[in-house]
């Protein structure tokens, strides 16, 4: 049961951090076409709050190259997004934590799938 919850966590987690990416990626393009969107950075923090969420349940069983990626590629999130909301600046770690997010996510999933068989 807990491989399997395990397994869930993974997939919100890469989920999460894909439709994040693709955000911040496809968005900067978006405000450049006369519709009236404006970045919000609340919905980053959205993001990176279901990948928070995903990365706690997860680190406690995985390994520790596993666990620090998630942890180091959050943190890189978090510091982005803050740095938006408190000083008005744009830093581009959302992308490289996006990224580890993802492949983290995945590591972890693999590792989980060589257990089970």
Do not use: W
Request: charged share 10%.
């Amino acid at each position: 049961m807990k491989k399997t919850t395990s397994s869930v966590y993974d997939i919100l987690g890469i989920s999460s951090a894909a439709i994040c990416l693709v955000h911040c990626l496809i968005f900067p393009l978006l405000t450049i076409l006369p519709l009236g969107l404006t970045h919000n950075p609340i919905i980053d923090l959205v993001f990176a709050s279901i990948g928070l969420f995903a990365i706690f349940k997860i680190t406690k069983k995985s390994s520790l190259l596993i666990s620090s990626i998630l942890i180091v590629s959050m943190s890189s999130i978090l510091i982005s997004i803050l740095s938006e909301i408190i000083l008005d600046i744009h830093i581009d770690l959302i992308y490289f934590g996006g990224v580890g997010m993802i492949i983290g996510h995945l590591l972890n999933y693999k590792s989980h799938r060589k257990q089970d068989h």
